[in-house]
Structure formats: structure tokens, C-alpha cells
């Protein structure tokens, strides 16, 4: 649900319950509050989810760099064996 539509309808049922706009105005407050409960909960669910996928693709790219160091030494290994076939004896 919107804000806008959730506000409606509390401040709809509100509003029958009493006509006082100070009671109106808490109950404002109150679902702003509710609001931002629900924002900030679903805001750290979010970040743990982030910093999880985070901490994966690092693990990932060490793993890379790893594999990528072992193959470039290979390289290196067989050019310098090549180079070494290569000169008169």
C-alpha cells in the first residue's frame, strides 16, 4: 500500500472514532512513525542482503586474481622455455 493511501484510511477510521485535531494530529505522527519503522526495517534487510552479495563478489575476485597470477606465471614459464630452445647451443 501507498502512504498516501494507508494515511487515508487510518486518518478515514480515525476521524469517526473523534473529531479532536489534536487526537488527528498524534494519529498522524503515529503512522508516520509506523512508516518509518517499517522503511528502516526493510532498509537493514536490504543492507545485510548488500553486504552479503558484497563480501561474495570480493571473495569472487581474489579467486580471479588468484587463478589469473597462476596463469600468467604459466605463460612466463613457457615463453622463458621457448626463448631458451630458441638460442644456439
Given at each position: 500500500?501507498?502512504?498516501?493511501?494507508?494515511?487515508?484510511?487510518?486518518?478515514?477510521?480515525?476521524?469517526?472514532?473523534?473529531?479532536?485535531?489534536?487526537?488527528?494530529?498524534?494519529?498522524?505522527?503515529?503512522?508516520?512513525?509506523?512508516?518509518?519503522?517499517?522503511?528502516?526495517s526493510y532498509l537493514k534487510d536490504e543492507?545485510?542482503s548488500l553486504r552479503a552479495r558484497q563480501?561474495?563478489?570480493?571473495?569472487?575476485?581474489a579467486a580471479l586474481i588468484e587463478k589469473?597470477?597462476?596463469?600468467?606465471?604459466?605463460?612466463?614459464?613457457?615463453?622463458?622455455?621457448?626463448?631458451?630452445?630458441?638460442?644456439?647451443?
Amino acid at each position: 500500500m501507498t502512504r498516501l493511501y494507508l494515511t487515508t484510511i487510518l486518518l478515514a477510521m480515525t476521524e469517526k472514532e473523534t473529531q479532536n485535531p489534536a487526537d488527528l494530529d498524534l494519529r498522524k505522527l503515529e503512522i508516520r512513525v509506523e512508516e518509518l519503522i517499517r522503511a528502516c526495517s526493510y532498509l537493514k534487510d536490504e543492507n545485510k542482503s548488500l553486504r552479503a552479495r558484497q563480501d561474495n563478489l570480493v571473495s569472487e575476485r581474489a579467486a580471479l586474481i588468484e587463478k589469473t597470477e597462476l596463469a600468467r606465471a604459466r605463460v612466463e614459464a613457457m615463453i622463458t622455455r621457448l626463448k631458451s630452445m630458441e638460442t644456439p647451443q
